[in-house]
Structure formats: C-alpha cells, structure tokens
C-alpha cells in the first residue's frame, strides 16, 4: 500500500459491516475497540437527540449515539440483533471512545482501492461529506462512513464533555 493510501486511511483495508435498516455500512476495523451486545444507556440529561447515553464499558462510560438518528433515519426499538460498536475515533487533539447503536452487525469485509468508489453527490439520504467511499455488492452497496467527519465540532465537543464515568454495581 502507497504511503498516499496509508494516510487516507479508507483506501483499503479491513471493516466491520453493519446494517442500519436495509442499509449497509461499514467501519475501519482498526476503529472499532469492541462490539457489545445492546444494553440500554443511562440517560444523560439535555443532551443531543441522538445521544442515547452513557454505556458501561469495562469501567468507563462511554457516550453511545444512536447512528440513524445522526443519519436522519427514524429510530426503532433495539432486537436481539442490536448491538453497540465501541469505537476509538482520532480528533485532531484526543481520541474519542464512542459506541454506536447498529441494528445488527454482519462480518469483517475486506475492500481493495480498486472496489471503493467515491462519495455519490446525489441519490441518498444524507449529506456525502459522511461517507468514505461506496462498495458495490451483488445486492446493493455498503457505505463506509468518514467517523471523524460524521461528528461536526459540535457534536465532538458536547460528546468530549462527558467525563470518564465510573458506574456503581
């Protein structure tokens, strides 16, 4: 790999596919610290829509988001299949610990440079500044999200606030 995709980080590699819905997604692997079964957060008072809450893990509370509602999906009520990625996501001055409610996640996918397409301008739900690329599957596409990009300075600033949280057994 050139040193030109080593930087880009979204090139190729490895990720971690994820469904929202019918929709597919995808992580870098190297991003995601964990994958937990779905356990409901403890609320967190004025917080943004999207923030579920605070999740136990290991120890520290981690804040978890619900991705369709960051994405402008209507939410829905957690299954046996829901699980929450506990994700490490490089700022500009820290790394964040975040979980992400999924609806379900599928597998380890391999994408080559030559698989990746770039963001499409037009025909989905959602501003493109969110996404990496697109893959193209036999039965859709898998949409790799730009994790960094997807929390404006807002959101990552609001998220940072949230001390490290010890939970009482």
Not at 113 to 141: C, H, L, M, N, T
């Amino acid at each position: 790999m050139s040193e030109t995709a080593k930087g880009q980080g979204a090139s190729e590699g490895q990720y971690v596919t994820f469904g929202l819905g019918d929709e597919l997604f995808a992580a870098p692997v190297g991003l995601v610290r964990e994958i937990l079964t779905y356990q409901a957060p403890s609320r967190i008072p004025n917080s943004p829509d999207y923030l579920l809450g605070l999740t136990d893990v290991r120890g520290q509370g981690v804040p978890t988001a619900d991705l369709r509602i960051r994405l402008g999906m209507a939410p829905t009520e957690p299954t046996l299949n829901t699980r929450i990625l506990v994700l490490d996501i490089p700022l500009e001055d820290r790394v964040l610990s975040l979980g992400l409610v999924a609806d379900r996640v599928f597998e380890v996918a391999v994408f080559s440079a030559d698989q990746i397409e770039p963001s499409p301008d037009i025909g989905i739900k959602w501003r493109s500044d969110y996404i990496s690329g697109v893959v193209r599957r036999e039965d859709g596409f898998v949409v790799l999200i730009d994790l960094p990009r997807l929390l404006s300075s807002t959101d990552t600033v609001s998220l940072a606030s949230f001390p490290d949280v010890e939970r009482a057994a």
